[in-house]
């Protein structure tokens, strides 16, 4: 019969130390998990993708002085790739951050 009391354990993906499931720092690498929510990792490429939105919007209908300008299509698309990227994130793992 197994130990109901036992905690969890985790792994290191860098060093493969066998740590408590609640732990932040590996003991041995000193590598860091990301503690940030989940959301707000997409939530910075989201912004990102807003932001070349309506600068790209902005040049294709607004312009320079002379009238509107083609330049802004292609940050449109760059735009709408990102949103795809948010969308297909993997935010399932823990992200590990090793210190330099």
């Known amino acids: 019969m197994a130990d109901q009391s036992a905690p969890d354990m985790q792994t290191c993906p ?4 066998e740590l408590d499931a609640r732990a932040t720092v590996c003991s041995l690498c000193q590598a860091e998990k990301d503690i940030l929510p989940s959301w707000f990792e997409r939530g ?3 912004f990102l993708g807003c932001a070349l939105g309506f600068m790209g919007l ?5 312009g320079t002085g002379s ?3 083609m330049l802004g299509l292609p940050v449109v698309i760059l735009s709408a790739l990102v949103f795809i990227w948010a969308w297909r994130m993997d935010l399932s793992e823990p992200l590990w951050r090793r210190k330099k």
């Open 14 to 17: 860098f060093c493969y130390t």
């Open 44 to 46: 910075k490429v989201i």
């Open 58 to 62: 902005g040049t294709l209908f607004v």
């Open 67 to 69: 009238g509107p300008s």
